[in-house]
């Protein structure tokens, strides 16, 4: 299935399983997402506002030039291998969600708050970030998330490891006091 420029508005998305769908210049407005779960599903240059995605399953799926706005995030896994490209957060909720092994590239998260969420094995290339609040982060040293500071030259020894909420609150005031 594929869906291009086209406007949803307060459309609810209920114990569905969207399959190798694709997205393209879609406007999502107060739309949610509860029990549903998309596998191989690619969302280009799509705008969300105000929606809600509730124990929503993502996996194996792209969101590319993507906009998040006064979104939520509650009881989901947006895992494995799921990337993320130049996509904007802006004031989003993250609560009791799974991003282990999901791979955020020159992606913002500008007033972001994340609430038990778990970080293991997940991948961050050049991430932007303001205001971002933060508790009960989960994290693993056997699988630690890796940031990267540029795209350039990527590789596992030049990563930043974080094992810990201290260390992420580390690299995310040095992110922060680069502005």
Not at 112 to 128: D, P, R, Y
Not at 131 to 136: G, P
């Amino acid at each position: 299935m594929e869906i291009s420029r086209q406007n949803f508005s307060n459309d609810s998305i209920f114990e569905e399983f969207l399959d190798c769908c694709v997205f393209s210049q879609v406007n999502l407005l107060s739309c949610s997402f509860e029990e549903s779960e998309m596998l191989g599903t690619n969302f280009i240059s799509c705008y969300f506002e105000n929606c809600i995605f509730k124990t929503t399953i993502i996996r194996k799926s792209e969101f590319a030039d993507c906009k998040f706005k006064n979104c939520q995030f509650i009881d989901c896994q947006l895992t494995p291998r799921t990337n993320v490209f130049r996509t904007l957060f802006m004031n989003c909720q993250f609560s009791n969600v799974d991003f282990s092994s999901t791979f955020f590239c020159e992606c913002e998260f500008i007033t972001i708050h994340l609430s038990k969420v778990k970080l293991e094995g997940t991948f961050i290339v050049k991430l932007n970030t303001t205001n971002i609040t933060f508790n009960n982060l989960q994290f693993n040293e056997s699988n630690p998330m890796k940031i990267f500071k540029s795209k350039k030259a990527i590789s596992l020894n030049k990563a930043v490891k974080i094992t810990n909420s201290l260390d992420f609150q580390k690299q995310i005031e040095i992110n922060q006091n680069k502005e």
